[in-house]
């Protein structure tokens, strides 16, 4: 499982590469694929924007248990399993989703 702040330094690893890559190519091409990039970071940076609220909501949720020292029901124990679940899914999904923006970045 990835951690958001490994996420996130892939992201500006991208964003700065395809910057320098980008460089030397044609001009039309360099546009065009610019575009493309740029749009598909840009939806990258939403959804994990998104998935990021998710999990700070989580993390106070867990904090506030913490710091009250409240015994958990059978309920809320399967509601934190199935949003720790969630956060493995979802980390997964936006890991594939930045292959495919790096792919995108690589093509000539």
Do not use: P
């Amino acid at each position: 499982m990835y951690s958001i702040y490994t996420l996130l330094n892939h992201l500006e690893y991208l964003i700065k590469s395809s910057k320098v890559k980008h460089m030397n190519k044609s001009k039309a091409k360099t546009n065009h694929q610019n575009t493309l990039l740029s749009e598909a970071l840009l939806d990258y940076y939403d959804e994990f924007a998104d998935f990021n609220e998710n999990c700070a909501f989580l993390c106070d949720a867990f904090s506030s248990l913490v710091d009250n020292h409240e015994l958990l029901d059978q309920t809320s124990i399967h509601g934190f399993a199935r949003n720790a679940d969630w956060i493995k899914k979802r980390t997964g999904e936006l890991k594939e989703k930045l292959k495919q923006i790096r792919a995108l970045d690589s093509v000539d």
